[in-house]
């Protein structure tokens, strides 16, 4: 069966400046994603920490984002951590307090901005038609303008790090090669492979050679969207190319195993998960 995060990423043209509304971040979880697995919810504090909704200026006008970091902290180590397809709602924005409470500055840019708001629909295929016309520049760039703001308000910009998770985790490769800034990745069940098309014109496994910073793949052997050849293909060209990114597979684990609001979190695998998003993120100089 397939995921519901899974999307096609033959996309087509369809963004123009003119329609950039500015919005707030959505409330509480994703209507998509209701009801939440409460039993299972992780639940993080904001004791001790500054969080909540910011504002980073665009080229084409402000866009809204989580940001999460220690009480009064300077010169932090800065994560930026990229959404599901659900866009910034509060499973993304607890990954930003946990990251914060770890010592980090987190902050999550809702980078749908531009092309609508995912977080009040059920409609999956309204959900992919509006992530369809986000395009990878617009994104990468959102992202450059995230760290910028970072490094103006608390962050420290030579411990530069990015996570991501499913639509995220693509993200991730892509952006490890796009900024050299970048020190360290971690991209979780993000695809590697996919036809190029005018928005999305390339793919982690086309942009090997370029990834400039150690990426770190947590993927699950049992991803119903994401094959594990595909998977192996890219572990193989990491390795061809040299490069010091690893991927660590989880036998028998679903897709999004580490969304502990869903029915596919699985505890071991998402605790060991961020125990070694912490230690890569040490091994790597950004704490």
């Known amino acids: 069966m397939r995921d519901p995060e899974f999307i ?5 043209p369809g963004f123009s400046r003119r329609e950039f509304v500015m919005t707030t971040l959505a409330t509480g979880f994703a209507a998509a994603v209701q009801p939440v697995a409460a039993q299972t919810q992780i639940t993080t504090d904001t004791q001790g920490l500054a969080a909540g909704e910011v504002k980073v200026p665009v080229k084409d006008g402000e866009m809204a984002a989580y940001r999460a970091m220690p009480a009064g902290g300077k010169n932090l180590p ?10 910034v709602h509060e499973h993304i924005k607890d990954v930003c307090r946990r990251l914060a409470k770890a010592g980090y500055l987190a902050i999550a840019p809702e980078l749908y ?3 609508g708001d995912v977080s009040k629909t059920t409609n999956m295929d309204e959900i992919r038609a509006v992530v369809g016309k986000v395009p990878d520049a617009q994104v990468l760039a959102d992202l450059d303008a995230a760290s910028a703001w970072a490094a103006k308000n608390g962050g420290d910009p030579a411990k530069l790090a990015v996570t991501g998770f499913c639509w995220g985790g693509r993200i991730t490769w892509l952006y490890a090669a796009h900024n050299p800034k970048v020190k360290a990745g971690v991209a979780w069940y993000g695809r590697v492979v996919g036809q190029a098309s005018e928005l999305t014109p390339k793919h982690p496994i086309d942009v090997v050679k370029d990834i400039n910073a150690p990426v770190l793949g947590l993927y699950g052997g049992a991803d119903a ?5 595909t998977v192996d293909k890219m572990r193989e060209a990491l390795k061809a190319a040299g490069k010091k990114s690893q991927i660590h597979s989880y036998p028998d684990m679903p897709h999004a195993f580490h969304a502990d609001y869903r029915p596919s979190y699985r505890k071991e695998a998402a605790d060991d998960g961020w125990k070694r998003l912490l230690a890569w993120f040490r091994q790597h100089g950004v704490s």
């Open 8 to 12: 096609n990423f033959e996309a087509k």
């Open 78 to 87: 800065t994560v930026l951590v990229v959404q599901e397809i659900f866009g």
């Open 113 to 115: 901005a531009r092309q």
């Open 225 to 229: 969207g994401i094959p594990n050849d």
